[in-house]
């Protein structure tokens, strides 16, 4: 593939949806590579398998626990427009009938369907990837991302947050706080209570509690 197609495909992830006016930047790269640039928990996008229907990519970017029961891909909320662009550019880079499925770096991910709901086993399946095991930012996928995952175990950096920022950044993704937009919102995966439980868990990592004005 020649250099310019691979440039191509990553800026199509990470400007072109916010340029053409749809005011949204996918996080799409936080979590898969695409032509070398990106995470590596989920698959490489530049080689999804060809048995891989256009109509099934299109489900599982609308509603991943619909399309796949179980599935770590948080659904992210974006215009019909978006989805179908997004899905179309997917479709369409497909290899062969005769080239392999694409394989997970790191190991396959534990499906959410199938792990306790529980704050520490929640934070072990989507977060600790990026953010480590403990909270130390040195998760498997880390060092595919621009910006380095904050890191939770770092009291001093987490004492200056409030719990509504923490939940925020949960719900909302790195984008809405103006910070990493390649980390996805869960807003739409879990329950305000289960967020709440990750916050909660946070401060356990740390050892802290929110600024004293938030409290």
């Known amino acids: 593939m020649s250099t310019s197609r691979s440039r191509l495909g990553v800026i199509f992830f990470t400007v072109f949806i916010d340029l053409v006016g749809f005011g949204i930047v996918l996080p799409c790269l936080g979590c898969h590579a695409l032509d070398g640039a990106g995470g590596r928990i989920g698959p490489d996008l530049s080689r999804l398998p060809a048995t891989s229907a256009p109509v099934f990519i299109a489900a599982m970017i609308r509603d991943p626990q619909m399309a796949r029961p179980g ?42 369907g199938t792990i306790p709901r529980d704050a520490p086993s929640l ?25 380095a995952p904050a890191v939770h175990a770092d009291r001093a950096a987490m004492a200056q947050r409030s719990d509504d920022r923490l939940f925020d950044a949960i719900a909302g993704g790195g984008a809405v706080l103006g910070k990493n937009v390649r980390m996805p919102a869960f807003g739409a995966t ?3 209570k289960e967020i709440h439980a990750l916050v909660r868990y946070i401060r356990e990592l740390c050892r802290c509690e929110g600024p004293a004005w938030s409290r």
Do not use: I, W
């Open 123 to 147: 934070y072990a399946a989507l977060c600790a990837p990026c953010h480590g095991a403990h909270g130390g930012g040195d998760g498997f996928n880390a060092r595919y991302l621009p910006v």
């Open 190 to 192: 879990l329950s305000r």
């Open 71 to 112: 599935s770590l891909m948080p659904k992210t909320p974006m215009p019909e427009q978006t989805l179908e662009l997004v899905a179309s550019y997917l479709s369409a880079r497909r290899p062969p009938a005769a080239a392999p499925p694409p394989r997970l770096a790191g190991g396959a991910p534990v499906a959410t």
